[in-house]
């Protein structure tokens, strides 16, 4: 069965230091998502990206964060200069375009990442 | 805005069944889902209900919905340790391809 990777499982990085999450979104899906999930709370929407440019975009996705999509599999987030706040779990989505169930999101295990 | 709450904690015997409840604000959500999180692992889609119907059933799962509450339940019958995990309620808005939004999860301990 398809699903959602992301590499690496833990990330740990210094304060101010740039990190680069990445995503292999299930192959024929059209639609990527970022969510986070600071330990104890909500999953939160980052951003949505379709036909490579975001669709969607939360408070929390502010000029530190940058996703990208640099070939036909791979779905990339960077945050440019980490801080405390940012550690948290970092989750991969993707879905098909909307129509019935189509646009049901499917998530990946995840990045733990843990800034120092 | 949107939200979703649900209660943190459900601590059930191995054999009963669990009940994880969930409330939600958007009328008009068209699709609410339940996502089932083991420890260390990431977000599992575990079943899911359109907002027309009432009920749907999985297996050992019964997802209820009561529109008019905003009211959403997981029934899991027959609770096995393999079942302990945490357990998120989400909804999905009616546009299509939108974020979801989620509740902070009810964590299920089945003790054997």
């Known amino acids: 069965e398809p699903e959602v990777t992301q590499t690496p499982s833990h990330q740990v990085t210094q304060m101010g230091q740039e990190v680069i999450l990445r995503c292999v979104p299930i192959?024929?899906?059209?639609?990527f998502y970022w969510y986070r999930q600071i330990l104890g709370q909500k999953v939160e929407f980052l951003v949505s990206?379709?036909?490579?440019?975001?669709?969607?975009k939360s408070e929390i996705f502010d000029d530190q964060f940058s996703v990208e999509r640099p070939d036909g599999s791979n779905f990339t987030l960077k945050i440019r200069s980490t801080k405390l706040e940012d550690s948290a779990m970092y989750f991969c989505?993707?879905?098909?375009?909307?129509?019935?169930?189509?646009?049901?999101?499917?998530f990946g295990p995840g990045t733990r990442l843990t800034v120092l | 805005g949107e939200d979703v709450e649900q209660s943190l904690f459900l601590s059930v015997r191995e054999g009963d069944s669990s009940v994880i409840n969930c409330t939600y604000t958007d009328s008009s959500s068209t699709y609410l889902y339940w996502y089932k999180q083991e420890p260390g692992a990431g977000l599992q889609l575990l079943t899911y209900?359109?907002?027309?119907?009432d009920m749907k059933q999985d297996q050992r799962l019964t997802v209820l919905l009561n529109k008019k509450d905003k009211h959403l339940s997981l029934r899991i019958a027959d609770t096995q340790t393999g079942d302990s995990a945490i357990y998120f309620c989400?909804?999905?808005?009616?546009?299509?391809?939108?974020?979801?939004?989620f509740g902070k999860g009810t964590r299920l301990s089945v003790i054997a």
């Open positions: 989400a909804e999905s808005p009616p546009r299509g391809n939108t974020p979801l939004v």
């Open positions: 192959s024929n899906h059209l639609y």
């Open positions: 209900i359109f907002s027309n119907m």
């Open positions: 989505a993707s879905s098909d375009l909307a129509g019935g169930l189509r646009d049901t999101q499917y």
């Open positions: 990206f379709y036909n490579n440019e975001i669709s969607e």
